[in-house]
Protein backbone atom coordinates (compact mmCIF):
# COMPACT_ATOMS: atom_id res chain seq x y z
CA UNK A 1 0.00 0.00 0.00
CA UNK A 2 2.75 2.27 0.83
CA UNK A 3 4.18 1.68 -3.09
CA UNK A 4 1.00 2.20 -4.18
CA UNK A 5 0.79 5.48 -2.03
CA UNK A 6 3.90 7.24 -3.79
CA UNK A 7 4.05 5.72 -6.80
CA UNK A 8 0.22 7.58 -7.60
CA UNK A 9 1.94 11.04 -5.36
CA UNK A 10 4.54 10.83 -7.75
CA UNK A 11 2.38 10.52 -10.50
CA UNK A 12 -0.03 13.38 -9.55
CA UNK A 13 2.88 15.44 -8.82
CA UNK A 14 3.91 14.61 -12.88
CA UNK A 15 0.50 15.35 -14.26
CA UNK A 16 0.07 18.46 -11.92
CA UNK A 17 3.63 19.62 -13.09
CA UNK A 18 2.86 19.57 -16.32
CA UNK A 19 -0.16 21.07 -15.98
CA UNK A 20 1.23 23.90 -14.91
CA UNK A 21 3.42 24.15 -17.41
CA UNK A 22 1.02 23.70 -20.46
CA UNK A 23 -0.89 26.39 -18.88
CA UNK A 24 1.64 28.71 -18.05
CA UNK A 25 3.34 29.20 -21.96
CA UNK A 26 2.35 31.99 -23.85
CA UNK A 27 0.41 31.92 -26.63
CA UNK A 28 3.61 32.46 -29.58
CA UNK A 29 1.18 32.84 -32.61
CA UNK A 30 0.56 36.41 -32.26
CA UNK A 31 4.14 36.91 -33.04
CA UNK A 32 3.34 35.91 -36.65
CA UNK A 33 2.07 39.14 -37.22
CA UNK A 34 2.71 41.46 -33.93
CA UNK A 35 6.30 42.76 -32.91
CA UNK A 36 6.41 42.35 -29.40
CA UNK A 37 6.16 45.66 -27.67
CA UNK A 38 8.84 44.29 -24.84
CA UNK A 39 9.97 41.63 -23.23
CA UNK A 40 10.47 39.83 -20.03
CA UNK A 41 14.00 40.21 -20.18
CA UNK A 42 13.59 44.38 -21.06
CA UNK A 43 11.37 44.70 -18.11
CA UNK A 44 13.72 42.94 -15.77
CA UNK A 45 16.57 44.98 -16.89
CA UNK A 46 14.68 48.14 -16.32
CA UNK A 47 13.81 47.28 -12.82
CA UNK A 48 17.40 46.66 -12.08
CA UNK A 49 17.98 49.77 -13.23
CA UNK A 50 15.64 51.27 -10.98
CA UNK A 51 16.48 49.18 -7.88
CA UNK A 52 20.08 50.94 -8.50
CA UNK A 53 18.63 54.28 -9.39
CA UNK A 54 20.46 54.27 -12.82
CA UNK A 55 19.37 56.30 -15.34
CA UNK A 56 19.22 53.90 -18.74
CA UNK A 57 16.21 55.26 -21.42
CA UNK A 58 16.15 51.67 -23.48
CA UNK A 59 17.34 52.49 -27.04
CA UNK A 60 15.70 50.15 -29.52
CA UNK A 61 14.54 50.78 -32.91
CA UNK A 62 12.39 47.98 -34.69
CA UNK A 63 13.72 47.46 -38.54
CA UNK A 64 12.70 44.69 -41.02
CA UNK A 65 14.59 41.70 -41.51
CA UNK A 66 16.14 42.80 -44.91
CA UNK A 67 17.31 45.99 -43.34
CA UNK A 68 19.60 44.07 -41.23
CA UNK A 69 23.12 43.91 -43.00
CA UNK A 70 23.82 40.29 -44.09
CA UNK A 71 27.28 40.31 -42.51
CA UNK A 72 25.60 40.30 -38.94
CA UNK A 73 23.52 37.46 -39.91
CA UNK A 74 26.06 35.50 -40.60
CA UNK A 75 28.58 36.42 -37.82
CA UNK A 76 25.55 35.37 -35.41
CA UNK A 77 24.40 32.37 -37.23
CA UNK A 78 28.41 31.58 -36.86
CA UNK A 79 29.25 32.97 -33.42
CA UNK A 80 25.47 31.79 -31.76
CA UNK A 81 23.94 29.15 -33.21
CA UNK A 82 25.69 27.20 -36.43
CA UNK A 83 22.50 24.88 -37.20
CA UNK A 84 19.91 27.26 -36.54
CA UNK A 85 18.53 27.08 -40.29
CA UNK A 86 18.49 23.35 -39.90
CA UNK A 87 17.09 22.28 -36.13
CA UNK A 88 14.12 22.55 -34.81
CA UNK A 89 14.71 25.27 -32.06
CA UNK A 90 16.76 22.50 -30.10
CA UNK A 91 19.91 21.70 -30.98
CA UNK A 92 19.84 17.98 -29.61
CA UNK A 93 23.65 17.71 -30.04
CA UNK A 94 24.84 20.75 -28.11
CA UNK A 95 21.95 20.36 -25.76
CA UNK A 96 23.77 16.37 -24.87
CA UNK A 97 26.77 18.46 -24.70
CA UNK A 98 25.75 21.05 -22.48
CA UNK A 99 24.23 18.71 -20.02
CA UNK A 100 27.40 16.61 -19.99
CA UNK A 101 29.57 19.46 -19.26
CA UNK A 102 27.39 20.27 -16.77
CA UNK A 103 26.90 17.21 -14.81
CA UNK A 104 30.87 16.88 -14.68
CA UNK A 105 31.01 20.91 -13.17
CA UNK A 106 27.94 20.24 -10.97
CA UNK A 107 26.85 23.33 -12.23
CA UNK A 108 24.60 24.65 -14.74
CA UNK A 109 26.31 27.03 -16.14
CA UNK A 110 26.75 25.90 -19.95
CA UNK A 111 23.30 26.24 -21.37
CA UNK A 112 23.15 25.04 -25.15
CA UNK A 113 20.67 27.53 -26.07
CA UNK A 114 19.85 27.98 -29.99
CA UNK A 115 19.06 31.33 -30.96
CA UNK A 116 14.95 30.04 -30.38
CA UNK A 117 16.18 29.46 -27.11
CA UNK A 118 17.43 32.18 -26.37
CA UNK A 119 14.91 34.41 -27.98
CA UNK A 120 12.33 32.22 -25.77
CA UNK A 121 13.99 33.16 -22.68
CA UNK A 122 14.34 37.11 -23.55
CA UNK A 123 10.62 37.00 -24.54
CA UNK A 124 8.84 35.64 -22.02
CA UNK A 125 11.46 34.10 -19.02
CA UNK A 126 14.18 35.27 -16.28
CA UNK A 127 17.42 34.40 -17.29
CA UNK A 128 18.13 31.90 -13.92
CA UNK A 129 19.86 29.04 -14.66
CA UNK A 130 16.98 26.30 -13.21
CA UNK A 131 15.96 22.88 -14.51
CA UNK A 132 12.24 24.11 -14.33
CA UNK A 133 12.92 27.46 -16.57
CA UNK A 134 15.42 25.35 -18.98
CA UNK A 135 12.24 23.64 -19.73
CA UNK A 136 9.81 25.80 -20.31
CA UNK A 137 12.54 27.51 -22.59
CA UNK A 138 13.06 24.29 -24.86
CA UNK A 139 9.20 23.87 -24.71
CA UNK A 140 8.59 27.55 -25.95
CA UNK A 141 11.56 27.28 -28.45
CA UNK A 142 9.70 24.20 -29.90
CA UNK A 143 6.34 26.27 -30.33
CA UNK A 144 8.33 29.12 -31.83
CA UNK A 145 9.46 26.80 -34.26
CA UNK A 146 5.83 25.71 -35.32
CA UNK A 147 4.05 28.47 -35.29
CA UNK A 148 7.06 31.21 -37.25
CA UNK A 149 8.88 30.63 -40.13
CA UNK A 150 12.33 31.06 -39.25
CA UNK A 151 13.38 34.25 -41.15
CA UNK A 152 10.25 35.65 -38.98
CA UNK A 153 12.27 34.26 -35.50
CA UNK A 154 15.57 35.46 -36.62
CA UNK A 155 13.85 38.96 -37.36
CA UNK A 156 12.39 39.05 -33.64
CA UNK A 157 15.89 37.95 -32.26
CA UNK A 158 17.66 40.59 -33.95
CA UNK A 159 15.24 43.27 -32.97
CA UNK A 160 14.88 42.55 -29.21
CA UNK A 161 18.25 40.90 -28.06
CA UNK A 162 20.62 42.28 -25.31
CA UNK A 163 23.73 44.50 -26.93
CA UNK A 164 24.16 46.56 -24.11
CA UNK A 165 23.13 48.93 -20.92
CA UNK A 166 19.46 49.15 -21.91
CA UNK A 167 20.31 48.69 -26.06
CA UNK A 168 18.26 46.14 -27.92
CA UNK A 169 18.09 45.48 -31.27
CA UNK A 170 20.52 45.68 -34.51
CA UNK A 171 19.66 48.94 -35.28
CA UNK A 172 19.92 50.21 -31.70
CA UNK A 173 23.24 48.45 -31.40
CA UNK A 174 24.76 49.88 -34.73
CA UNK A 175 24.03 53.15 -33.80
CA UNK A 176 24.90 53.30 -30.12
CA UNK A 177 28.58 51.72 -31.24
CA UNK A 178 29.38 52.29 -34.80
CA UNK A 179 27.09 55.40 -35.44
CA UNK A 180 25.21 54.04 -38.51
CA UNK A 181 22.32 52.03 -39.29
CA UNK A 182 22.17 48.23 -39.15
CA UNK A 183 21.82 48.08 -43.02
CA UNK A 184 25.44 49.73 -43.29
CA UNK A 185 27.68 47.48 -40.76
CA UNK A 186 30.55 46.28 -42.62
CA UNK A 187 32.40 42.35 -41.97
CA UNK A 188 34.50 43.28 -38.73
CA UNK A 189 32.04 45.87 -37.36
CA UNK A 190 28.99 42.90 -37.75
CA UNK A 191 32.00 39.97 -35.99
CA UNK A 192 32.02 43.08 -33.07
CA UNK A 193 28.23 42.84 -32.56
CA UNK A 194 28.17 39.45 -32.53
CA UNK A 195 30.81 39.21 -30.12
CA UNK A 196 29.23 41.30 -27.72
CA UNK A 197 26.18 38.90 -27.57
CA UNK A 198 27.11 36.17 -24.48
CA UNK A 199 28.26 39.21 -22.41
CA UNK A 200 26.46 42.50 -23.50
CA UNK A 201 26.70 44.12 -20.57
CA UNK A 202 30.58 43.08 -19.94
CA UNK A 203 32.11 44.82 -22.89
CA UNK A 204 35.73 43.83 -21.47
CA UNK A 205 37.66 44.35 -24.77
CA UNK A 206 40.50 41.85 -24.49
CA UNK A 207 37.46 38.84 -24.02
CA UNK A 208 35.39 40.49 -27.13
CA UNK A 209 38.08 40.80 -29.54
CA UNK A 210 39.16 37.82 -28.70
CA UNK A 211 35.64 36.42 -29.65
CA UNK A 212 35.21 38.77 -32.35
CA UNK A 213 38.68 37.34 -33.86
CA UNK A 214 37.29 33.63 -33.35
CA UNK A 215 33.83 34.82 -35.28
CA UNK A 216 36.07 36.79 -38.29
CA UNK A 217 38.46 33.23 -38.67
CA UNK A 218 35.01 31.28 -38.17
CA UNK A 219 34.00 33.22 -41.55
CA UNK A 220 36.97 32.64 -42.96
CA UNK A 221 36.94 29.03 -42.81
CA UNK A 222 33.33 28.85 -44.54
CA UNK A 223 34.81 30.80 -47.39
CA UNK A 224 32.84 34.17 -46.77
CA UNK A 225 35.63 35.88 -46.06
CA UNK A 226 39.20 34.59 -47.35
CA UNK A 227 42.26 33.88 -45.18
CA UNK A 228 44.05 36.56 -46.54
CA UNK A 229 41.20 39.73 -45.46
CA UNK A 230 41.09 37.59 -42.14
CA UNK A 231 44.74 38.11 -41.43
CA UNK A 232 44.05 41.87 -42.14
CA UNK A 233 40.96 42.37 -39.78
CA UNK A 234 41.93 40.17 -36.74
CA UNK A 235 45.07 43.41 -36.91
CA UNK A 236 42.50 45.83 -36.12
CA UNK A 237 41.51 47.07 -33.03
CA UNK A 238 37.91 46.41 -31.43
CA UNK A 239 36.08 49.90 -32.76
CA UNK A 240 39.36 50.74 -34.53
CA UNK A 241 38.10 52.85 -37.65
CA UNK A 242 37.88 51.06 -41.05
CA UNK A 243 40.01 51.57 -44.18
CA UNK A 244 38.21 52.70 -46.70
CA UNK A 245 40.23 50.81 -49.32
CA UNK A 246 39.91 47.65 -47.19
CA UNK A 247 37.71 45.21 -50.03
CA UNK A 248 36.72 42.91 -46.66
CA UNK A 249 34.54 45.52 -45.17
CA UNK A 250 32.35 46.33 -47.87
CA UNK A 251 28.90 47.36 -46.43
CA UNK A 252 25.64 45.04 -47.59
CA UNK A 253 24.34 45.97 -50.03
Do not use: C
Amino acid sequence: MRKVFFSSLILTTLVGGLLYLYLSLPDVAVLKQRNPKSTALMELRAEEYRQKNIRAGRQQIWVSYGAISEHLKKAIVLGEDAAFFSHKGVDMNELKEALKKDWETGSFKRGGSTITMQLAKNLYLSPSKNPLRKIKEIVIAWQLEQALPKRRIFEIYLNVVEWGRNIYGAEAAARHYFGKSAASLDILEAATLAALLPSPRDSRQKGVLYRRNVILGGLASVGYITQAEYSRAKQMGLFQKVEAEAPFLRQSE
